[in-house]
C-alpha cells in the first residue's frame, strides 16, 4: 500500500524557517519523482517543488524560488523541503505526492497517491 506520510510542519514568524519531511513506504521510492504541493483556503492547489528520481533535477514555483530547497534520501525513503525566509502568503496544507516533471518549470501531483499533509502557518 503506498503511504505518504508528512511532518515539520507548525506556526513560524515571518522571516523564520521549518523543515518540512515526507515518509515514503510501499512502492520503490527511488523509481519515483516526488514533489509538494500546498493548498491554502480559498486557492488552488500550487506545486511548491518537484524532485526526479535521483535527485538529479529539480523544479520550484516562482513564489519560493531562492527560499525553499528539496531533497530526496532514497537510501532512507524520505523527501524533504527546507522552507527559509517564511512568509504569510505560504500559509497552506503541504502535502507530499508522486509527481511527474514537465519541462523545466511544471510541477503535476498524482491525486491517487498523496499524504495527508501538514499544516504551515506563518503569522507574527
Known amino acids: 500500500q503506498v503511504q505518504f506520510v508528512e511532518s515539520g510542519g507548525g506556526l513560524v514568524q515571518p522571516g523564520g524557517s521549518l523543515r518540512l519531511s515526507c515518509a515514503a513506504s510501499?512502492?520503490?521510492?527511488?523509481?519515483?519523482?516526488i514533489g509538494w504541493f500546498r493548498q491554502a483556503p480559498g486557492k488552488e492547489r500550487e506545486g511548491v517543488s518537484c524532485?526526479?528520481?535521483?535527485?538529479?533535477?529539480?523544479i520550484y514555483a516562482d513564489s519560493v524560488k531562492g527560499r525553499f530547497t528539496i531533497s530526496k534520501d532514497n537510501a532512507k525513503n524520505t523527501v524533504y523541503l527546507q522552507m527559509n525566509s517564511l512568509k504569510p502568503e505560504d500559509t497552506a496544507v503541504y502535502y507530499c505526492?508522486?509527481?511527474?516533471?514537465?519541462?523545466?518549470?511544471?510541477?503535476?501531483?498524482?491525486?491517487?497517491?498523496r499524504g495527508q499533509g501538514t499544516q504551515v502557518t506563518v503569522s507574527s
Open positions: 505526492a508522486l509527481a511527474t516533471l514537465r519541462g523545466s518549470t511544471d510541477c503535476e501531483d498524482n491525486p491517487d497517491y
Open positions: 510501499g512502492f520503490g521510492f527511488g523509481y519515483y519523482a
Open positions: 524532485i526526479s528520481t535521483a535527485g538529479g533535477r529539480t
